[in-house]
């Protein structure tokens, strides 16, 4: 089985870090991992594609905290 990931993070360190707890967490479980940099950047991804759960840093270049958290929940209620 495979779930889709998208991850909004801002720092490649912690994307990798993130991907290889992921990895290391989970045996029975592919991941396909969609890295975005910004909100506004994951907003768009949401536009056109579906994906089982996002992973979002509270502290974005672009939109942090609660307003982050409102944008994509708008975009992507389920």
Known sequence: RSMR??????SPTDVALVT??????????EFD?????RVSDALDKLLDERFD??????N???MNGI?????LHGAAPQ
């Open 5 to 10: 990931i998208l991850q909004v993070e801002d």
């Open 20 to 29: 290889r707890m992921l990895e290391d967490a989970v045996s029975d479980c």
């Open 33 to 37: 991992v969609t890295d975005v940099p």
């Open 53 to 58: 759960v996002v992973l979002l840093d509270l």
């Open 60 to 62: 974005v270049l672009d």
């Open 67 to 71: 307003v982050a958290v409102a944008a």
